[in-house]
């Protein structure tokens, strides 16, 4: 049902990169160019949840994996989400294993977790695989885990010994406004803390991941030991790549 789980535990190196304009056109392009998974955005993205079921049937057009940032880390919502069809989930703003443990409730069905079962659903394939789903949705749905303020950084180890949770994910511009040195992914605290999430995911056998806003940070992302790493996103594509063209015209004007 979903590969995307056992590669990322494995250790594989998996590219991304967010998806937060709300624009189904926006994925169906994304998903043909190679990367391996995608990230559907409802924290910050402008789309909402009538967007996402067109977005999740748009990934379907290539390769990549379809995975869900939820605006908070919410029961209901994580519910919806998964039973449209998303084979992954991002909770945003984890600070503890208690808040870990929360989200890994929410992905997993009785006895397990909390999760609501509906054998009509398009994660069922509207009831004709429910039988399947249910046996390995448990086991193969992947939990991406942000940690983005200096607690969760201190609570590190302890938020990738929870069962269930397989990434633990840097947001590096919430996390470096919470230390104080916004923007400053150079600095040698900024710096520390990457390898305090790095250490934490292999003791405990999880995956690093982190968003590179320009993809020429992956090398360092990559020395230091993450694995699991996106790459820009839709809108700031679109707005550099427009900028370039009016800055092209304009510079033609007398």
């Excluded at 590219?15 to 998974?37: I, M, P, Q, Y």
């Excluded at 995975?67 to 991002?90: E, Q, T």
């Excluded at 999760?115 to 069922?124: I, K, L, W």
């Amino acid at each position: 049902m979903n590969w995307i789980r056992k590669q990322t535990l494995a250790g594989d190196l998996l590219s991304g990169t967010f998806l937060n304009l709300g624009s189904h056109v926006a994925v169906d392009v994304a998903s043909r160019v190679g990367f391996d998974w995608l990230l559907l955005d409802l924290e910050h993205g402008a789309g909402d949840r009538p967007e996402l079921l067109r977005q999740l049937q748009a990934t379907v057009s290539g390769g990549s994996c379809p995975i869900v940032r939820l605006g908070s880390n919410d029961h209901p919502l994580c519910k919806r989400v998964l039973d449209l069809g998303a084979l992954g989930i991002m909770v945003p703003w984890v600070n503890s294993a208690a808040e870990a443990e929360h989200a890994a409730q929410a992905i997993q069905y009785p006895p397990r977790g909390v999760r609501g079962a509906s054998a009509f659903a398009r994660a069922t394939g509207y009831g004709f695989d429910v039988d399947q789903y249910f046996a390995e949705a448990d086991d193969n749905i992947l939990l991406v885990t942000q940690l983005e303020t200096r607690q969760a950084i201190r609570d590190a180890e302890q938020i990738a010994a929870v069962p269930r949770v397989d990434v633990l994910f840097v947001g590096p511009m919430d996390l470096s406004v919470s230390m104080g040195i916004p923007r400053q992914f150079d600095h040698p605290d900024f710096n520390e803390a990457l390898k305090t999430v790095v250490a934490a995911c292999k003791k405990h056998g999880k995956a690093a991941g982190i968003l590179a806003a320009d993809p020429s940070l992956a090398d360092r992302f990559i020395e230091l030991g993450f694995t699991f790493i996106a790459a820009g996103s839709d809108g700031s594509v679109l707005a550099r790549g427009m900028k370039r063209i009016a800055d092209e015209l304009n510079s033609r004007k007398a």
